[in-house]
């Protein structure tokens, strides 16, 4: 439920990523802040069950593929045209 949740969160997190920025790159600075949100499912994963569970390390992987596809899908021409015809059905 957590990763499910983080996924509809990312959109605001791109949006107040300057106000995170600590490093060069918009991606890299993405990145950090997903990780440190990741941070306390890993940890309750370790101390509830002992180890990471596969969902968890399956979804962080899936986060994290996301965040430089989104950087170069998602402003192009093509795309845009896309969301907004499907913004606009």
Request: proline share 4%; charged share 10%.
């Amino acid at each position: 439920m957590y990763l499910a949740t983080f996924v509809t969160v990312m959109n605001a997190m791109r949006r107040v990523q300057t106000l995170l920025d600590i490093t060069s790159s918009p991606v890299q600075t993405l990145m950090v802040a997903t990780a440190l949100l990741l941070l306390p499912l890993f940890i309750y994963d370790a101390f509830t069950l002992r180890r990471i569970h596969p969902v968890t390390w399956g979804g962080t992987l899936f986060i994290f593929a996301g965040i430089p596809l989104h950087s170069v899908v998602g402003y192009t021409a093509g795309w845009q045209n896309f969301a907004d015809w499907l913004a606009n059905r």
